[in-house]
């Protein structure tokens, strides 16, 4: 009887970490700038809200310093050359999610690489992450799914329950959204998006001649 061989390629990782210890530090710089996106709305009863980048706030430097961190390392552990590479934020912004709120799919282009998201306040009912396939081939002829309960080469989508403190990482190119927030409390998280740059002082080690 024949032995079919199967091998895998083409993954779609994603990371997820639990680090409670930076809720309160990013909370604190979070309520700052939701109240400056507060002022700015026409509506009191607004569905949803995003606030301005703030990675340069010097209060989060330990966060900021961790996430970039393992962004650099996720992107080496997948086999790119980081060597002269520094991973640098791009954007860092706290969106809040109210009644029936939720983000269409979308993933995230103009340089960047690593998606990654910061959960601080998640109620009951609260948006649920879906991470979709992001092999256009394979949406475009999808068939049926015998049980979409299981995760399978199949599935063309999978759905994450964040806890608060949980941090969680994808690649840019990843397809992603939110279902909509079902209850009543908002829900609230760190949306980041991290691009790589040259890292001049390794560039400059390596062109000194050592004698």
Not at 6 to 17: G, K, Q, S
Not at 95 to 100: G, T
Not at 104 to 131: M, N, R, W, Y
Not at 134 to 155: F, H, M, Q, W, Y
């Amino acid at each position: 009887m024949d032995q079919l061989e199967e091998m895998h390629y083409f993954a779609t990782p994603v990371y997820v970490v639990h680090k409670p210890e930076f809720i309160d530090m990013v909370r604190t710089v979070s309520m700052r700038y939701e109240e400056k996106s507060r002022e700015r709305k026409k509506n009191p009863d607004y569905v949803n809200l995003m606030t301005g980048s703030y990675s340069h706030e010097p209060e989060l430097q330990d966060f900021s310093q961790y996430v970039s961190q393992t962004a650099w390392n996720i992107l080496a552990s997948q086999g790119y050359n980081m060597d002269q590479l520094v991973t640098y934020f791009t954007e860092m912004w706290t969106q809040e999610h109210n009644h029936l709120s939720s983000m269409e799919t979308h993933v995230h282009g103009a340089g960047c690489q690593i998606s990654a998201f910061f959960f601080i306040d998640v109620p009951d009912k609260a948006c649920k992450l879906v991470v979709h396939d992001p092999r256009p081939g394979k949406v475009i002829i999808n068939l049926p799914e015998k049980d979409a309960s299981n995760i399978t080469l199949g599935s063309h989508q999978i759905v994450f329950t964040p806890q608060p403190g949980a941090l969680i990482l994808i690649n840019a190119w990843v397809p992603h959204s939110f279902t909509k927030n079902m209850g009543n409390e908002s829900m609230r998280f760190v949306h980041m998006n991290l691009s790589v740059a040259v890292n001049e002082e390794a560039k400059e080690e390596k062109s000194v001649e050592i004698l």
